[in-house]
Antibody, heavy 119, light 109 residues
């Protein structure tokens, strides 16, 4: 069955960088759009970024545009989110999620990885 | 920017029906998806495209929409339905935007 496993979270100082990963299995990874979403402690869900199935198009929320970069390796079935210039307000659980196309629902989610930005 | 408004909380007795609303501008022209998030867990899709139920989701979960208000209905509520529920839409435009509702905490009495 579909499995998405995030990794790479941790504690990082403000202004520093961090890369989180999402390893996919159980489906044709290269045929699906993939998203990153996040949830700050005690808050609601926020969409962060999406990448089309072949990596040809990428979109970002205004809150992370210019600081975060989404990418994918369709040979290794891994999704990445490179985060730069991290701020305290980026502290959240980061989820990867699958969407057949960029306009479709998030039909499978990983368990999330916690990123804490703190000095 | 698009805002999806949900009631902060809904309380319901076991066996009764819970209804969670989601309101927003031009919701009638958008597809609404619903997610369940149990405490400490990742979200799970329970309704897609206003009323479609994914495989594995109980028939007790149903979705509907009228005008600019979408509704998630949980019939014969069970203790395991206690969770946060979020509606979500995709806003088409020059830049992709995925908007979530404010979330509703369902408490089973």
């Amino acid at each position: 069955q579909v499995q998405l496993v995030e990794s790479g979270g941790g504690v990082v100082q403000p202004g520093k960088s961090l890369r989180v990963s999402c390893e996919a299995s159980g489906f044709a990874f290269s045929s699906y759009g993939m998203h990153w979403l996040r949830q700050a402690p005690g808050k609601g869900l926020e969409w962060v970024s999406v990448i089309e199935y072949d990596g040809s198009n990428k979109y970002y929320a205004d809150s992370v545009k210019g600081r975060f970069t989404i990418s994918r390796d369709n040979y290794k079935n891994i999704l990445y989110l490179q985060m730069h210039s991290l701020r305290a307000e980026d502290t959240a659980v980061y989820y990867c999620a699958r969407g057949f196309s960029t306009s479709s629902e998030f039909d499978s989610w990983g368990q999330g990885t916690l990123v804490t930005v703190s000095s | 920017s698009d805002v999806l408004t949900q009631p902060p909380s809904v309380s319901v007795a076991p066996g009764e029906t819970a209804r969670i609303t989601c309101g927003g501008n031009d919701l009638g022209s958008k597809s609404v998806h619903w997610y369940q998030q149990r405490p400490g867990q990742a979200p799970v899709l329970v309704i897609s495209y206003d009323r479609d139920r994914p495989s594995g989701i109980p028939e007790r979960f149903s979705g509907s929409k009228s005008g600019n208000t979408a509704t998630l209905t949980i019939s014969r509520v069970e203790a395991g339905d206690e969770a946060d529920y979020y509606c979500q839409v995709w806003v088409v435009g020059s830049d992709h935007s995925y908007v979530f509702g404010t979330g509703t905490q369902v408490t089973v009495l």
